[in-house]
Each structure stands twice: as C-alpha cells, then as structure tokens.
C-alpha cells in the first residue's frame, strides 16, 4: 500500500442525513420528515470491519443504503476511496457499483425463487461485467465461487427453497463476491440464522477477509455477534451516532448509557454469574424520528438526563484516544459508576 492510499480512508462517512419526507392529503403535501439518518461520520481503513449496532429503527440500515447509493442521501458525503460518490448520477456511480455490494438479512427472499443457485451466481457475474472472467470460464467461475463460501459445486443446480437457511445465506455471499467486491455492506447477515449456525457464517466472513482483503460495514443489533468480526463499532440511537471506538475498547470500558443497556443485555453462558448481574432496563418507548426530542435523543429514557441534555444535542466528542463518546454527564456518570 502507498503512503498516499495510508492517507486517505477508504471509506468516509460525513454528517450523512437521510430523512424521508412524509406525504398527506390529495396533493401529497409532504408535511414532516422521518430523520432515519441524522448526521453521523466515521471512517473506515481498507480491510477492516466497522459495524454497526442499535435497535431497530435506529437507522444503521439506512446508513447502509446511503453508503451504497440504494437512497440518495439528503445530506452528507461518502467518499469512497478518496471520491465523493454522494451525488453521482446512475451513469457516474455504474464502475462502482461491482466494488461496492451488498449481503441482506432474508437469506430467502433475497433470492430469486424462479432462478437455480448456479444461474442466480452467474447472472452476477455477467452483470458485473467482468472482464477477467472470460464467457468459456463462468461456469467453472460459478463452482469456485460455491466452494469459497463453503458450499458443494453439485448445487449450482437446486433452487433456493431446496436450501437451508445457512446455505442460502452463503449462496447470498457468493453471489456478492461473483462481482470482485472491495467492500460489502453486510445487513443483519446472521439475524435471521440458528444461533450454531451464525458462528459458522461470521468465520466464513473472517477467513473471507483474510483471503480477499475485504472491508466490511457490519450491521446488526447484537453486539455479542458484532464483537467477534468488527475492528471499530459505532453505536447507533434514533439516526445518530452516539459512542464510537475499537470493538475491544467498547467491552472494555462502555460510556455512553445507552451502550452499557445494550451489553447488559447479552445474555451470559455462566448461569451463576447470570443469575447475580443487573440488567438495566430502559423506561419508555424509543421516540418517534419524524418527532425526535429536543437535545439529546437519548434523554427521555437516561436516568442521568438533566436540563442541559433536553435542550442541547451534545457533540460526538474524544474521550480518550480512539474513544469517541455524545454525553453531556459522561464525568457524573464515571464517579457514579
């Protein structure tokens, strides 16, 4: 790698806003908006994982969306390798469309039904129009691509019902990489599968990196599953971001309230220690996005909330290193602790 490409992030995400605008009556007035997105920022290095984490409805999908250009965010950047492809028009963004793709959460309705595992894999790699893989060599392209995520070549003839639900999922990854990927956006990939078989898909995704030097943006609401394949985490509540940092600072040394909620939630396999440790239990329901609160997102269910998080946002600010957190009370909440 270049001193230049060390200097520039491989994938960028500034002040991204994503709001859906809200329509009533017979002109369709649009009379408020869902703030799905509202102004989150991190960075990525080449061959790493950032994931992303919060409840549903949080906007951590969104985000996904916008970084692949599925939505055309309201505001922000993503750059992309040093390029600003925010605002590229269909034409522009087509030669990035092979190096950015994209592994949903319904490993079955993902798939086309209609379509056999081999000609779903093939028909990507056609799309993609790779050069590299001349037409007398797709079909033996197709059967590589089968054993790299760990699938025998003889199903490229059965059909998606025919399949597991692991075994769709893998049909799902390979099917992104047909297209010669750097960066996958992997949405809830695991959500959807049996808890012994999520283990097997997240070490597929960790040896893929490893023999493909893919990056990963790592969407999910467990943070146990996000702990084992992410180098950096964000936290996301209600469009924004609230603590950032490296995956084994976060369980080391969690800030931000609504993080502490989220690991207090993992279920422990020792039952003795289980049985003695405090879940903490958010009151109230998560706020609307179309009418989030004044300040902090967070305050109407924080036990430490005082005047100054109902009226201002606090800012995702460096705590230590590499440790970014968006707490007014950060200091209260330390000494309490």
Known sequence: MSEDSKKVPFLK??????????RKGLLQKTVAHVKAVDGISFEIEEGKTFGLVGESGCGKTTAGRCILRMYEPTDGKVMY???DITHLTPAQIRPFRHEIQIIFQDPYGSLDPRQSIGSII???IVASGRKDVLPKDRKAKVDELLTLVGLDPIMRSRYPHELSGGQRQRVGIA????????????????????VSIQAQ??????????????????????LAVVRHISDDIGVMYLGKLVEVTSSEELYRNPLHPYTNALLSAIPIADYEVEKTRQRIVLENEIPSPIDPPKGCPFHPRCK?????CKQTM?????????????CHNLRTILNQE
């Open 314 to 326: 606090p800012e995702l600010k460096p705590y230590s290193e590499g440790h970014k957190v968006a």
């Open 304 to 308: 430490y909330a005082t005047e100054t």
């Open 13 to 22: 995400v500034e002040d991204l806003k994503m709001y859906f605008p809200v």
């Open 175 to 194: 099917r992104s990489l047909a297209c010669n990927p750097k960066l996958i956006i992997c949405d809830e990939p695991v959500s959807a599968l049996d």
């Open 81 to 83: 390798r040093g390029r």
């Open 201 to 222: 898909v997240i070490n597929l995704f960790e040896d893929l990196q490893k023999k493909l030097g893919l990056t990963y943006v790592f969407i999910a609401h467990d």
């Open 122 to 124: 093939l028909e990507a």
